[in-house]
C-alpha cells in the first residue's frame, strides 16, 4: 500500500465491522444501553462525569474486565500495588502513584497481555492500634485495662467497619485493579508466609536478640521504624558545657542540645584530626553533676566544625554514639526509660523526673557550679512519631534483629548487574549506598496489633525456639514452661513479602509460577531502603528471584508555592473534592502530565480545572464527528485524499510512536503533553476545521472527510483510554465499534509507513500562512466575518504549494481572492501591510480593507480623550504631599491607573504609525 493511501494502517482493522451504518450498530446492541435515536441524544451538549464514571465501572466490573487468570497462551504483565494502610484515606500522593499503575496496566491490557494488578491494604500496626486506643479512650479505657486478646478483638472489630475505605475510594479514580484477588497483610495465607519467613530466617542465624539505640515513642511505647519518624524543625537552645581534667590542668568544653543526657555520658569525643585537642586523648575529665570520671578518646565520626569539636558520648541515647561505643568498647548508661522519665541511673537528685523537667534541673544545677559557659539560639530538626507527634526518644533497648549483611550482598549485585532497574537512575545509587552501609534490622515492636513474634522461650533452659505453631515444650530440655514473645514484627517485615506472598507464596501457585517475578514497582523515594530494599532481599532469599524488574520513583506532590501537601498545616488537596468537581479523567490527566522523572510535582486545582476544560474540547469535537457520522456508513477503504489527510495520518502515527515509546521508559508527563497537543491543536483545531468544507462538498468529498474523521477520532480514544478511561469509553461506544468495550480494544501501534515528513513539511508552511493572515486581519482590527483580499509572494515550489492548498487557507483565514506573483513593487509595499515567511510574503491592501483617514480620526479622537483621563492621575503622582500623605493602597491604585492608560495610548501610537505608513 502506498504511503498515506488508506486509513485501514492507522491500527484498524475495519474488515471486521460488517460494514455497518451508526445507527444500525447502536439499534442492535445486545443490552440496549446504546440506543438511541440520534447522536445529539448520545452525546449530550455538555459532559458531566458525575453520570458517566459509576455507570462505566460498574459496567466494566460486570464484564470482568479487571479479573486476570492464568493463560499460558499470553504473555503476563503484573503489578502488585503498594498496599495502603488499613486506615488511610485518599490523598493526592495515592491518586500520582496508583494513577500511574492503572495507566500501565490498561496500557498493557489493550496490548493483549494478561494483565493482573493485585490490590490489598496493609495491617499499619502502630497506625490501627493508636485508633483504636483513641476510641476506647473516650470510653475511659485503655487497651491494658481491657487485656490483649479482648484489644485485639476490637481491633479487627474496627478494621472490618472502617478498614479499607481507601480501596473504595481508588475505585472512583477507576484504578482497574483485580478485586477478586485482593489481599490484607494479616490474612490468614499471609500469615502463613510471615511465619514461614521468620522461622528460616531464625533457624539459618539470622535472626538474634540484642540491645541496640533504636527509634522509641515514650507514648505509644514501642520501638518504632525510621519511616514512622516524622522530622519538624524545633527552636531550643545549644548548652556549652565545662568538663574539668580529672588532674586538674582545665577543663574540655562540649555543646548538646540534650543537657540532660549527659547523665549517661561515658566519653567526651573529639576528631583524631583535631589539632585542638591532640594533646588531650587519654586523658579522664570528671562528668558534672555525678562522681564519674570519663575518658577523652578519639573518633573520625566526630564533625570538628559542630560546637567546640568535643562532643559528648552518650551510647545509650544516641545511635551514633552507640556505635562509637562500640568501636571503643564504652559502658552503655540508661538514663531516660521507655515512659520518658529520668532512670535510677541517672542518680537520686533526676530518678522519676520528667526528661524536659529534667533539662531544666540539669541546665540550674550547672549553672550553680558555674559549669555552663555559654547557651546559644539554636534551631535543628527533632525526630517526632508520626502518629502522636511525641519527640522520640533514641533508647538502648532489647529487641530482636535481623542481621543483614549476608542478606544485602545479592540484592545489591542484582541492581548492579542491571536485573532491577530504576527510573529515575539516580535512586538506584541511593538504594546501592543504603545497601552497602546497611546495619541490622531491629524487627520487633512493642505493640499487640501485628505478626506476633513467633518465638517461645523456655523458662528452665532460657532456649528460644522458633514455630509456626503453637510450641507447648522446650525443644532443647522438653520442659512444659514456655512463652511466647509478647511483641509483634515491624510492619515492614511483613510488607517485604507483599509481591509473593500475595501470589500464594511459600506454596507453589499457579499465579506465583505465572505472574512472577512482577513487572513494576511504583513507589515513592522515602521508602527505597526501607521498603524496596526489603521485598528485593527476601525475594531474592526465598525464592533466588527478583520480585520485579523495574523500579518507577515517582515525584513528590507539592503545592503551587512548592510547600509539602499536608492537611494539617493547610496545604493540602483532597482529590476526592477534585473527582467531585472536576471529574476522575480530568485528575488523573492533570496528574500524568507532571509525572515526570526531573523533579517535583507543584500541583493546584488549577491545573485540574484546565484538563477539564480538555475535556469538553475532546467532547465537542467528538459531537461534532458523531453528528457527521449520522445515517453514514463507515468504510474501511478511507483514502487520504489530500495534503490535509497527509498530514494528520502523520500526526497521529508520530503521537502513536510516541505514547508507546513514552509509556515504556514511564515517561508519562511525555505521552500525556503528546496526546494533549495532537488532540487540541492539530485535530481540534486544524484537522477538524479543513473538514469542514469537504463535509459541505460533494458526496466523494463528504465521504472521504467522515472517514478520515471517524478514524482518527477513533484511534484517538484508544491511545487516550489508559489516562482518562471514563471520556474515552463514553464516546467510543457512540460510535461504530468492534467489542464491549474500549479497555479490552487493541491499543494503537505506529504504522511507520504513514509518517509523512513531506506533508507535515508542506502543512507547516500552509499553517504559518494561515497564522500570518490572522495576525494581519487583528492588527488592522478586520472584523471576524469580513473576507480580506491578500497578495502571495513566493518561488515556484511554495507557490504550488499554496495554490494547491488555497481552498483550505481560504477557509481557514477569511480570504476573499487570493492573488500570486514572483514580487511586488514598492509602491504596493507601501500600501500594504505584510508578513514575513520562509520562502513566502505575505500582503494585505490596507485601503481594501479599511478607511484609513477615518480611522487614524478615531484614533486621534481616543487619544485625546485618554490623555485627558490621564492627566489628574499624573498630577496627583507628581504632588509630594499627596504622595507621602495618601494610605498605600491609594498610591498604588493611581500607578495601576496611570501603567493602564499609558499603555492604552502606547498602543494607539503604534497603531498610527502602522497606518500611516
Same mark, same amino acid.
Given at each position: ?28 446492541? +445486545? ?55 488499613? $486506615? ?26 494478561? $494483565? ?80 514461614? *519467613? ?39 537552645? %545549644? ?86 561505643? %562500640? ?37 540550674? +544545677? ?98 528460644? $525456639? ?22 509483634? &514484627? ?85 482529590? %476526592? ?65 489530500? &495534503? ?36 487540541? *491543536? ?12 469537504? &463535509? ?19 484511534? $484517538? ?123 513566502? +510574503? ?76
Amino acid at each position: 500500500m502506498a504511503r498515506g493511501s488508506h486509513c485501514a494502517e492507522i491500527d484498524i482493522s475495519l474488515n471486521k465491522y460488517k460494514r455497518r451504518s451508526l445507527q444500525e450498530i447502536l439499534n442492535n446492541s +445486545d443490552d440496549g444501553r446504546f440506543n438511541m435515536s440520534n447522536t445529539t441524544q448520545q452525546l449530550p451538549t455538555v459532559y458531566n462525569p458525575a453520570e458517566v464514571e459509576k455507570k462505566w465501572y460498574d459496567y466494566w466490573q460486570d464484564k470482568n474486565y479487571f479479573h486476570a487468570d492464568v493463560k499460558e497462551s499470553k504473555p503476563e504483565y503484573c503489578i502488585t500495588i503498594p498496599p495502603p494502610n488499613v $486506615t488511610g484515606s485518599l490523598h493526592i500522593g495515592h491518586a500520582l502513584c496508583y494513577t500511574i499503575q492503572d495507566v500501565l496496566t490498561r496500557w498493557k491490557r489493550m496490548q493483549g497481555y494478561e $494483565t493482573l494488578c493485585l490490590p490489598g491494604t496493609d495491617h499499619a500496626g502502630i497506625a490501627t492500634q493508636n485508633k483504636v486506643e483513641q476510641q476506647i479512650a473516650e470510653q475511659g479505657l485503655s487497651r491494658h485495662d481491657l487485656g490483649r486478646e479482648e484489644f485485639l478483638k476490637r481491633v479487627w472489630a474496627w478494621k472490618e467497619e472502617y478498614g479499607g475505605q481507601i480501596l473504595h475510594q481508588f475505585k472512583t479514580m477507576g484504578f482497574s485493579f483485580d478485586w477478586s484477588r485482593e489481599r490484607f497483610t494479616m490474612d490468614a495465607g499471609y500469615v502463613d508466609a510471615v511465619l514461614e *519467613s521468620f522461622v528460616r530466617l531464625f533457624n539459618r542465624g539470622l535472626i538474634y536478640r540484642g540491645a541496640r539505640v533504636i527509634n522509641w515513642c515514650p507514648r505509644c511505647h514501642t520501638a518504632i521504624s525510621d519511616i514512622e519518624v516524622e522530622y519538624v524543625e524545633q527552636h531550643s537552645h %545549644l548548652w556549652y558545657i565545662s568538663y574539668p581534667y580529672e588532674d586538674g590542668s582545665g577543663y574540655v568544653v562540649v555543646a548538646t542540645t540534650r543537657p540532660e543526657t549527659m547523665l549517661g555520658d561515658t566519653a567526651v569525643t573529639v576528631n583524631p584530626n583535631d589539632e585542638r585537642y591532640r594533646d588531650m586523648v587519654g586523658k579522664s575529665v570528671k562528668l558534672p553533676l555525678t562522681n564519674r570520671m570519663i575518658p577523652v578518646i578519639a573518633d573520625e565520626f566526630v564533625d570538628m566544625e559542630f560546637g567546640t569539636g568535643a562532643v559528648k558520648a552518650t551510647p545509650a541515647h544516641d545511635p551514633n554514639d552507640f556505635e562509637i561505643g %562500640l568501636r571503643h568498647n564504652l559502658p552503655q548508661v540508661v538514663v531516660i526509660g521507655p515512659d520518658g522519665s529520668m532512670t535510677q541511673e541517672a542518680g537520686p537528685d533526676y530518678e522519676g523526673l520528667d526528661r524536659y523537667v529534667a533539662r531544666e534541673k540539669v541546665v540550674t +544545677d550547672l549553672q550553680t557550679q558555674g559549669l555552663i559557659e555559654k547557651i546559644e539560639d539554636y534551631t535543628h530538626s527533632v525526630g517526632t512519631c508520626e502518629r502522636c507527634h511525641t519527640t522520640i526518644e533514641p533508647l538502648l533497648s532489647e529487641q530482636w534483629f535481623c542481621k543483614m549483611r549476608e542478606l544485602a550482598a545479592p540484592a545489591i549485585d542484582v541492581v548492579k548487574e542491571g536485573k532491577i532497574k530504576f527510573f529515575p537512575e539516580r535512586y538506584a545509587a541511593i538504594y546501592l549506598d543504603w545497601m552497602e552501609n546497611i546495619r541490622d534490622w531491629c524487627i520487633s515492636r512493642q505493640l499487640w496489633w501485628g505478626h506476633r513474634i513467633p518465638i517461645w522461650k523456655c523458662d528452665d533452659c532460657g532456649q528460644y $525456639t522458633a514455630a509456626k505453631s503453637q510450641l507447648d515444650a522446650c525443644s532443647k530440655c522438653g520442659g512444659c514452661n514456655v512463652t511466647q514473645d509478647p511483641d509483634v &514484627l515491624d510492619t515492614w517485615f511483613s510488607s517485604a513479602l507483599w509481591p509473593f506472598a500475595t501470589l500464594g507464596w511459600p506454596q507453589k501457585t499457579a499465579e506465583l509460577e505465572y505472574f512472577y517475578p512482577t513487572d513494576v514497582l511504583v513507589t515513592a523515594r522515602e521508602i527505597i531502603y526501607l521498603w524496596v530494599a526489603r521485598m528485593i532481599f527476601s525475594s531474592l532469599e526465598y525464592l533466588d528471584e527478583i520480585p520485579f524488574k523495574d523500579v518507577y520513583i515517582y515525584a513528590t506532590v507539592l503545592n503551587e508555592e512548592g510547600k509539602r501537601m499536608s492537611k494539617s498545616l493547610g496545604t493540602g488537596v483532597d482529590p %476526592l473534592v477534585l473527582v467531585d468537581k472536576f471529574g476522575a479523567d480530568a485528575l488523573r490527566f492533570a496528574l500524568m502530565q507532571q509525572a515526570g522523572k526531573n523533579q517535583d510535582i507543584r500541583f493546584s486545582d488549577k491545573r485540574v480545572e484546565n484538563v477539564r476544560n480538555f475535556g469538553n474540547k475532546i467532547w465537542n469535537a467528538s459531537r461534532f464527528v458523531m453528528m457527521n457520522l449520522e445515517n453514514f456508513e463507515v468504510s474501511s477503504n478511507c483514502t487520504a485524499a489530500n &495534503l490535509a489527510d497527509r498530514w494528520i495520518l502523520s500526526r497521529l502515527n508520530r503521537t502513536i510512536r510516541t505514547v508507546n515509546e513514552s509509556l515504556a521508559e514511564y515517561d508519562i508527563d511525555d505521552a500525556s503533553n503528546a496526546l494533549y497537543e495532537f488532540i487540541w *491543536s492539530e485535530f481540534c483545531d486544524w484537522y477538524i476545521e479543513l473538514a469542514k468544507p469537504r &463535509l459541505r462538498g460533494d458526496d466523494d468529498e463528504q465521504s472521504q472527510a467522515r472517514n478520515m474523521l471517524y478514524h482518527v477520532l477513533e484511534t $484517538t480514544m484508544r491511545l487516550l483510554h489508559p489516562i482518562t478511561p471514563f471520556i474515552t469509553e463514553q464516546i467510543w461506544q457512540a460510535m461504530p465499534h468492534e467489542g464491549d468495550s474500549i479497555m479490552v480494544a487493541r491499543f494503537p501501534e505506529v504504522e511507520e509507513s504513514l509518517i509523512d515528513d513531506a506533508a507535515e513539511s508542506e502543512m507547516n508552511v500552509v499553517m504559518d500562512i494561515v497564522r500570518a493572515v490572522r495576525n494581519l486581519r487583528a492588527e488592522l482590527g478586520v472584523s471576524p466575518g469580513k473576507p480580506v483580499d491578500v497578495r502571495v509572494v513566493a518561488k515556484d515550489d511554495i507557490k504550488s504549494l499554496v495554490e494547491r492548498s488555497a481552498d483550505s487557507i481560504k477557509a481557514l483565514a477569511r480570504i476573499g481572492q487570493m492573488s500570486y506573483s514572483d514580487d511586488i513593487d514598492d509602491s504596493e509595499k507601501s500600501k500594504s501591510l505584510s508578513a514575513n515567511l520562509a520562502g513566502v +510574503d505575505i500582503y494585505i491592501d490596507m485601503a481594501g480593507v479599511i478607511d484609513v483617514d477615518k480611522e487614524l480620526a478615531r484614533i486621534a479622537a481616543e487619544f485625546d480623550a485618554i490623555s485627558k483621563e490621564l492627566a489628574p492621575h499624573e498630577a496627583k503622582l507628581a504632588n509630594e504631599q499627596f504622595v507621602s500623605r495618601a494610605p498605600a493602597a491609594i498610591i498604588d491604585k493611581e500607578r495601576r491607573i496611570v501603567e493602564e492608560l499609558t499603555e492604552k495610548k502606547q498602543k494607539l501610537v503604534e497603531r498610527k504609525q502602522l497606518l500611516s505608513r
